[in-house]
């Protein structure tokens, strides 16, 4: 047994060794999890949920020059290319990016409205330049000016068209049958107001696989985003992930994020299904009498809700550019008062650059990698302002597609094997049955995940399970949005499991 920790309890390298033999991947399951295309196992699966496809701030002309002088955008999702595009009312419409007549490249095409509008059909659309088709942002055909007057070609040309949603400052898809779309996820990131939501998005150069993994790993967080010294002005933490206090105190004192991550790096990972995918459980032993409880949720397939602060919780879903490119797609959800928008924008920017978003390190400067820094303040070197970066790393460094045959897996990997096998599950049955039902499409009536990070007084199931209980509830309470919503027994049941 050389891979367990040598003083690994015996109960615990036993469940070790299971776990290792059961997650030997083969080649043929790790292409099988990576693969987005059309037609793939993986790309069926994930052809069952909406997928975020551009931020609500690149179609807005206030915030994004681009849009305002040429409302077009190419978009690239699970491997299929698009183009966004807005009417002079500003309705969006998705369209398949290769023009139906003979393929030329719609990202390129003139917007038209009806006072600029050349040659038939003044009204409002994209005209591909090779011939000059038109289409609606309903991916009608609105006119082939070359066609003699009395064909009726463009009635049987539709381009394909998208279904939109607009939601949580994001513009979501649904590329399945347009026909069973589903209503967006209830997640409390999709029900608060535009002035508690905020979104934002970066750029990796990564199958979304690894990023995915990153939210389901509770254990990295004591490592590769180790401060080996905290900060001691915790009011300056908003917006900036770990900076902020856990809730609750210790001996009546604050404790950031970062002190607790770092001094107590052996936690205890507990998961188990729930409707959106899983719920995880990190505890961290204080002491005798205190017990730090971080629960969050991998929802399945593609994301998870993790805890920023108190008050704001972290919706972040990995959508698949292609098989070696993500968008992570972070949306943020007060449970407070309202977001503060500007400095969210600005903090975040500062990394990732509109129009593009892509990120200012990567492999190309070593992720600004710095030994002096590793040596004396951080483990891995790369910065304490945004630890957006440490994740990036992790990810990008495993290579475009991480070679997942070649793992050693260990007890702190529990929640990643376990949403691998629901994958691997979930392709089969949505390749069986397009209709099949899957994590992470439930009924209305299944309460929303929640999320909390905190101390508790006492170390027994029962004290911090209730602990975790009263604390949701007080950040439910908080949401004055939430109000009037029907009360559902949120964790209950979970609660009850962990207090007996
Ligand atoms: S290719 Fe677009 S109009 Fe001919
Ligand atoms: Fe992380």
């Known amino acids: 047994m050389s891979l367990a920790c040598s003083n690994a309890p015996r109960e615990t390298e036993h469940t070790f060794h299971l776990s290792v033999q059961a ?137 394909r068209s998208l279904p939109l949603r607009q939601a949580a400052g994001v513009v979501w898809a649904w590329l399945g049958d347009p026909a069973a779309a589903p209503p967006l996820p209830h997640w409390h990131a999709l029900q608060a107001p535009t002035s508690h939501a905020f979104a934002f998005k970066g750029l990796w150069r990564c199958n979304w696989l690894q990023a995915q993994e990153v939210g389901l790993d509770p254990a990295h967080t004591s490592f590769l985003h180790a401060f080996f010294e905290d900060e001691t002005d915790l009011s300056a933490s908003y917006g900036r992930q770990f900076r902020g206090a856990s809730a609750g105190d210790a001996d009546g004192q604050k404790w950031p994020m970062t002190r607790i991550m770092r001094e107590f790096h052996r936690p205890d990972i507990r998961t188990e299904a729930s409707p959106w995918g899983q719920r995880i459980t990190t505890l961290r032993r204080i002491h005798d009498q205190l017990m730090h409880v971080r629960i969050t949720h991998g929802l399945f397939p593609n994301g998870f809700v993790i805890p920023l602060s108190e008050t704001i919780t972290i919706t972040q879903l990995h959508v698949p550019i292609d098989d070696t490119h993500t968008w992570w797609v972070s949306l943020f959800t007060s449970f407070a008062g309202p977001i503060d928008h500007a400095t969210m924008r600005q903090q975040r920017l500062r990394a990732n650059p509109a129009p593009a978003y892509a990120p200012l390190k990567g492999a190309h400067n ?72 899957l994590p992470g499409l439930p009924s209305a009536d299944a309460p929303p995940p929640e999320t909390i990070d905190g101390l508790a007084p006492g170390t027994e199931p029962a004290t911090w399970g209730a602990w975790a209980q009263a604390q949701m509830q007080v950040k439910r309470d908080s949401a004055a949005w939430l109000k009037g919503q029907p009360k559902l027994a949120v964790g209950a049941a979970a609660a009850a499991k962990e207090a007996s």
């Open 23 to 159: 997650i030997a991947m083969k080649a043929q399951d790790n292409q099988r999890l990576t693969q987005v295309g059309p037609g793939t196992p993986g790309g069926t699966l994930l052809r069952r949920y909406w997928h975020p496809v551009a931020l609500a701030d690149e179609v807005n002309p206030t915030l994004s020059p681009d849009w305002a002088a040429r409302p077009v955008k190419p978009v690239r999702v699970l491997g299929e290319d698009f183009v966004l595009f807005a009417d002079e009312s500003g309705q969006l419409g998705l369209l398949q990016r290769h023009c139906p007549h003979r393929g030329a490249d719609l990202a390129y095409g003139r917007i038209e409205t009806p006072a600029t509008s050349r040659w038939g059909a003044p009204a409002d659309g994209l005209r591909c330049p090779f011939h000059g088709w038109k289409f609606g942002v309903d991916g009608r055909c609105i006119d082939t000016p070359a066609e003699p007057e009395s064909s009726r070609l463009c009635d049987r040309v539709q381009a």
């Open 366 to 437: 070593h992720w600004g990698y710095d030994a002096a820094e590793q040596q004396t303040q951080t483990l891995l070197g790369m910065g304490q302002d945004d630890i957006n970066v440490h994740d990036q790393w992790a990810c990008e460094s495993m290579g475009a597609i991480s070679d997942r045959t070649q793992e050693h897996l260990g007890t702190t990997d529990r929640a990643i094997m376990a949403h691998r096998r629901a994958l691997l599950q979930g392709m089969d049955a949505a390749l069986a049955d397009p209709t099949a039902p």
